[in-house]
Structure formats: C-alpha cells, structure tokens
C-alpha cells in the first residue's frame, strides 16, 4: 500500500488539500489508477514486443509482491482500462494490454494535467520555473552524492 501511494504523489501537485480539488483534476481515473496506467505504459515502451506486458516483468520492474499486481490489474480490468488475457493455457504467463478505452482515458487525463501544470508554469513564470527545476536537479544530485558517501562510510564536508 505505501509504495501505491509513494506512486501517486508523483501525480498530486503539493497544494492540493482536499478531496472535491483532487476529484476536479482527475476527473477521468482516479490518481491510483492513473499512476498504475501511466507506469504501465512507460514499462511497455521500455520492453520488446510492447503489445503486452507480462504480470511477472510489472512485479520485477516495480519490484512489488505479484500479489499486489494482481490487485492492481484487476482493478484496471474492471474498469475496462486494460485486458488481462494468457498465452497457451496460461502455464507461459498471464499479460496485460491496454485497451482502447484505457488509451483514451488517460490521453484525457494526461491532457488534463498538462492544462493545468501550464497554467501554473505560465503564471509562475517560465525563465524561474526553468532554474528551479535546475536547482531541484543539483539538489538532488548533491543529495544523492552524499547518501552514496554515507553508504559507502566517508564523510561529507562540512557545510559553512
């Protein structure tokens, strides 16, 4: 569950508080739903043969217990977003592929979000929205740099 809502942070801007707001954004799927599909896809574009995906390849991409991505498929499933079907009689593994419906739903969704992340870019500002993006980028890069240090038992220089 907390790796489910790790994923759907990513699709929630900050200030969002309340639930009606939330609801108003992802008018189309729900944020799980969303991050499911949209890490679905990414994995498919990333594998050979991208018409489907098999359950085993989410599991170790996502590095989840296959019985999460099975909860997770049979929710998309019922919502009619993707198919889950198998090759032979199901012992060479279950796949899943996105349906038309699925497709269509989440180029809404996507749409939806990229209006309303314009409209904040627009209205904080390109040219500061480029250097903080660049700023958060060497923050990260910074952070990561000494997380690696402290793994690796050096340590850091001291900050003035």
Request: no cysteine; hydrophobic share 35%.
């Given at each position: 569950m907390e790796?489910k809502m790790?994923?759907?942070?990513?699709?929630?801007?900050?200030?969002?508080?309340?639930?009606?707001?939330?609801?108003k954004l992802?008018s189309?799927?729900s944020?799980?739903?969303?991050?499911?599909?949209?890490?679905?896809?990414?994995?498919?574009d990333?594998?050979?043969g991208?018409e489907?995906?098999?359950l085993?390849?989410?599991?170790?991409?996502?590095?989840?217990?296959?019985?999460?991505?099975?909860k997770?498929v049979?929710n998309?499933?019922?919502?009619?977003l993707i198919?889950?079907?198998?090759?032979g009689?199901?012992?060479?593994?279950?796949?899943?592929?996105?349906t038309?419906n699925?497709?269509?739903?989440?180029g809404e969704?996507q749409?939806t979000?990229?209006?309303f992340?314009?409209?904040?870019?627009?209205?904080?500002?390109k040219?500061?929205?480029?250097?903080?993006?660049?700023?958060v980028?060497?923050?990260?890069?910074?952070?990561?740099?000494?997380?690696?240090?402290?793994?690796?038992?050096?340590k850091?220089?001291?900050?003035e």
């Amino acid at each position: 569950m907390e790796k489910k809502m790790e994923m759907a942070r990513r699709f929630v801007p900050a200030g969002i508080k309340t639930k009606e707001t939330l609801e108003k954004l992802f008018s189309q799927v729900s944020v799980i739903d969303y991050a499911a599909m949209w890490i679905i896809a990414k994995l498919m574009d990333h594998t050979e043969g991208a018409e489907k995906l098999y359950l085993n390849e989410i599991a170790e991409q996502l590095q989840i217990p296959m019985k999460e991505v099975t909860k997770i498929v049979k929710n998309l499933q019922e919502r009619g977003l993707i198919s889950w079907t198998h090759d032979g009689d199901g012992s060479e593994g279950t796949y899943i592929q996105i349906t038309k419906n699925g497709n269509d739903t989440i180029g809404e969704q996507q749409h939806t979000l990229k209006d309303f992340y314009g409209q904040v870019i627009k209205r904080f500002g390109k040219e500061r929205f480029m250097t903080m993006v660049s700023l958060v980028g060497e923050f990260d890069y910074i952070m990561n740099d000494e997380m690696k240090k402290l793994e690796d038992g050096q340590k850091g220089e001291m900050a003035e």
